[in-house]
T-cell receptor, first 116, second 112 residues
């Protein structure tokens, strides 16, 4: 079984400030890791993913996340946020071995609010 | 690629009524998932289809819930004798061979 803990339910931040959204996971098997973003009244959109290779992954809109196997973490960071980054962010894991058919286990979500 | 679509987007029903939701995945995607998201929580897995075969069901999927995917294309999720605890957002996602799932906009169910 797998579990995901997002350590902050809400993160308020001022525009152009850096932000870190924390995610820790627990799993007895190797995992793939994902960050999804959900804007108000919209579906989940994939922000970035770690499947293999470099432990630092980046999105096209300036977010990055680093897979840390020893600390079982996959924290999301952005050096300078915009008002438009206001949304709810979900960390998720899936079993990389294929025995769970790729289903995702999500954390509880972190609401990022960027203030002007 | 028109994305994953779900219908209806909102459904209000009275307790005890049956409801059915539809999901149309991205056309070439053979794998389809249903998730449920309640307020303040992340989505929780309900069931998985590979083509037309339902290969996994969560314990969250009680006997009142049934899902189908005839011909391996669209999928339906039916809830019989709805209860207030069924109020949630029901999300559908699909994927091909990569592990990246594409989500639809969801169906928000309110049971009164």
């Amino acid at each position: 079984a797998q579990s995901v803990t997002q350590l902050d339910s809400q993160v308020p931040v001022f525009e152009e400030a850096p932000v870190e959204l924390r995610c820790n996971y627990s799993s007895s098997v190797s995992v793939y890791l994902f960050w999804y973003v959900q804007y108000p009244n919209q579906g989940l959109q994939l922000l970035l993913k770690y499947l293999s290779g470099s432990t630092l992954v980046e999105s096209i809109n300036g977010f990055e996340a680093e897979f840390n196997k020893s600390q079982t973490s996959f924290h999301l960071r952005k050096p300078s946020v915009h008002i438009s980054d206001t949304a709810e962010y979900f960390c998720a894991v899936s079993d990389s071995g294929g025995t769970s058919y790729g289903k995702l286990t999500f954390g509880q979500g972190t609401i990022l609010t960027v203030h002007p | 690629d028109t994305g994953v679509s779900q219908d209806p987007r909102h459904k209000i029903t009275k307790r005890g009524q049956n409801v059915t939701f539809r999901c149309d995945p991205i056309s070439e995607h053979n794998r389809l998932y249903w998730y449920r998201q309640t307020l303040g929580q992340g989505p929780e897995f309900l069931t998985y289809f590979q083509n037309e075969a339902q290969l996994e069901k969560s314990r969250l999927l009680s006997d009142r819930f049934s899902a189908e995917r005839p011909k391996g294309s669209f999928s339906t999720l039916e809830i019989q004798r709805t209860e207030q605890g069924d109020s949630a957002m029901y999300l559908c996602a699909s994927r091909q061979n990569s592990y990246e799932q594409y989500f639809g906009p969801g169906t928000r169910l309110t049971v009164t």
